[in-house]
């Protein structure tokens, strides 16, 4: 797996963001049965930053905890059979992996929510990178039967790593 990772906030996390991030995206592409190696790309960011990324692409004014930018959409969620039949657009030609998209987080919200919710700055980067990586596979929670499936999964991959509430 390739993490194309980008710190531009000076704000400090207490632990090793891009590790935990690797780790996370690994296992999530492992509990959704990915067969193909991937490559993500991740930017830590403030919130003044995610602010003007959330207005500029998806027309909402105020920050917000995650953004993900999917390279592609599948008619079912994980479903990598479809990959192949659609070409090899959705590879890196240079190293033959499979390009999920990029993911923006706010450092600002992560420390802010961590306090809030009551559990570990690392708990709640984790959960970020988790519930992001869902989406670039194709996972949605538009309707409640959606949340409750990503909901689900968000926990069950955490849970794997032995991250907890």
């Known amino acids: 797996m390739t993490l194309n990772f980008e710190d531009e906030y000076d704000l400090a996390l207490p632990f090793d963001a891009e590790e935990l991030a690797e780790r996370v995206i690994a296992c999530g592409l492992d509990y959704e049965g990915c067969p193909y190696e991937a490559e993500v790309s991740l930017l830590l960011t403030s919130d003044t930053e995610i602010h003007r990324l959330n207005r500029e692409f ?22 990598f059979e479809e990959l192949e039949e659609t070409g090899d657009d959705c590879f890196n030609p240079d190293t033959g992996e499979l390009v999920l998209g990029d993911i923006v987080i706010s450092k600002d919200r992560v420390l802010a929510q961590a306090e809030a919710y009551g559990h570990s700055v690392i708990r709640e980067f984790a959960f970020l990178v988790a519930h992001s990586i869902l989406h670039l596979l194709g996972y949605d929670h538009m309707e409640p039967g959606e949340a409750k499936d990503m909901e689900r999964r968000q926990s069950e991959i955490l849970n794997q790593m032995s991250i907890q509430r």
């Open 58 to 79: 998806r027309g909402i004014d105020r920050p917000t905890d995650v953004l993900s930018f999917p390279m592609r959409e599948y008619e079912r969620p994980a479903h």
